[in-house]
């Protein structure tokens, strides 16, 4: 893979049509396919802020936060960090520097560690500090997330759900890390404790200079936490902008739907609908031209043969018939 150069040397992450392909096998004597996880993927992330990545189950979000990770390779595009390709950074340095927080605190801890031993991991992995600088470390970082000293040497099933998510955050902080990757970090916790969590996020942002790649399917939340905000649809990237600008001002159908999907504490409002009938396509037979055009209600005929083009202005990006036409005509 010949990595390119950059086009923000600033931006602590960025992404050049990025892919990612498996290769999936249906049987003994079944023909294999191929799934397009992620595909033409274009996106930055600037020091101190929040990206937030959304879409249905499926779409290739947490495909995306493994590749930013360095966890999966690229198929095909490129990943810089802080300008630099990211297949020449060391691995270790990667781990140093960026750090995820996985969905589920259940079963993201070892049930035969104490807390001690969980977050000091990272620590001794890299083998930082002696012993007692790495007790005071980690004694630092439990009192910054909100857990009590005494729990220091609890197991996490004594813990509840929040604090077990603490702890996952305080293992990702412990080695001081410049990105965190959070993948769905509060959807297995109470709405209570999601909030909690959510707001002890934004206070380490300020505090420690964080930057955030934020994986959500939770509009509400990405709402409250995100700068900036990237649409996925079947592995592609197709809306992406200033989070304000996309929730005022949603360009592309699919994004008009999933806001049209949020449920609202307004008892007036009713339900929320939807504006597509269909359902989800399958990943390893995406449907032709546009991939969204089988549920969206504005399909014109181009849709379903053409790829549409993608619109870059101030507003930010999209991927959509309606705007390559509208922009073709404005010219």
Sequence with gaps: MNASTPNDPNA?????????NF?????LFAEKKTLRAVQDVNLKVQRGEVLAVVGESGCGKTTLAKML???????????????EPLQNVDRHSIARRVQPVFQDPYSSLNPRKTLASIIALPLNVHNVGTSEERKKRV???MEMVGLPRRLLYSYPSQLSGGQRQRVAIARALVMKPEV?????PTSALDVSVQAQILNLLQDLRKELNLTYVFISHNLAVVEHM???LAVMYLGRLIEYGASSEVFANPRHPYTKMLLNSVLTPDPSLGLPGSASDGDFPNPLDPPSGCVFHPRCAECMP???TTLPGILQDDKGLVECHLYTETAANAA
Aim: aromatic fraction near 4%; charged fraction near 25%.
């Design 69 to 83: 990770l360095g966890l999966l390779p690229p198929s095909t595009g490129d990943i810089y960090f802080e300008g």
């Design 180 to 184: 965190l990757i959070c993948d769905e």
């Design 139 to 141: 004694e630092e970082i």
């Design 12 to 20: 602590v992450i960025e992404c050049q049509n990025l892919g990612r």
């Design 302 to 304: 181009q849709c379903m």
């Design 23 to 27: 290769t999936i096998g249906r049987g």
């Design 226 to 228: 995100a700068d900036q």
